[in-house]
Nanobody, 122 residues
Framework: QLAESGGGLVQAGGSLRLSCAASGRTFGGYGMGWFRQAPGREREFVAAMRWSGGATDYADSVKGRCTVSRDNAKNTVYLQMNSLKPEDTAVYYC?????????????????WGQGTQVTVSS
């Protein structure tokens, strides 16, 4: 199981750090991703990280403002979000990839958390 936390209400320009903790399994050997879904919109890619080498990938909309990281000892993945904008408002989901790769496609991810709400006020 994956459990996201760290969401909340923040003013534009603020920061949040989302966490994704795994229970009953390890992230070891698998890529990780963050996606988000705003009301009335499709789920979209935010960030991803390969298992090996730490290579990361970011959507253009968050590049330079977000950083994805992982702590394998704690079996936790993080998404640090800075300079938040109202358009970042969404439910944020973490997901475990089907392999060690990084991907922007939701279909490449096998396990998903329940999501955490991020609301950015203007």
């Amino acid at each position: 199981q994956l459990a996201e936390s760290g969401g909340g209400l923040v003013q534009a320009g603020g920061s949040l750090r989302l966490s994704c903790a795994a229970s009953g399994r390890t992230f070891g050997g698998y890529g990780m991703g963050w996606f988000r879904q705003a009301p009335g919109r499709e789920r979209e890619f935010v960030a991803a990280m390969r298992w090996s080498g730490g290579a990361t990938d970011y959507a253009d909309s968050v590049k330079g403002r977000c950083t994805v990281s992982r702590d394998n000892a704690k079996n936790t993945v993080y998404l640090q979000m800075n300079s938040l904008k109202p358009e970042d408002t969404a439910v944020y989901y973490c997901a475990v990839a089907k392999g060690a790769f990084s991907s922007r496609r939701a279909t490449d991810f096998a396990s998903w958390g329940q999501g955490t709400q991020v609301t950015v006020s203007s």
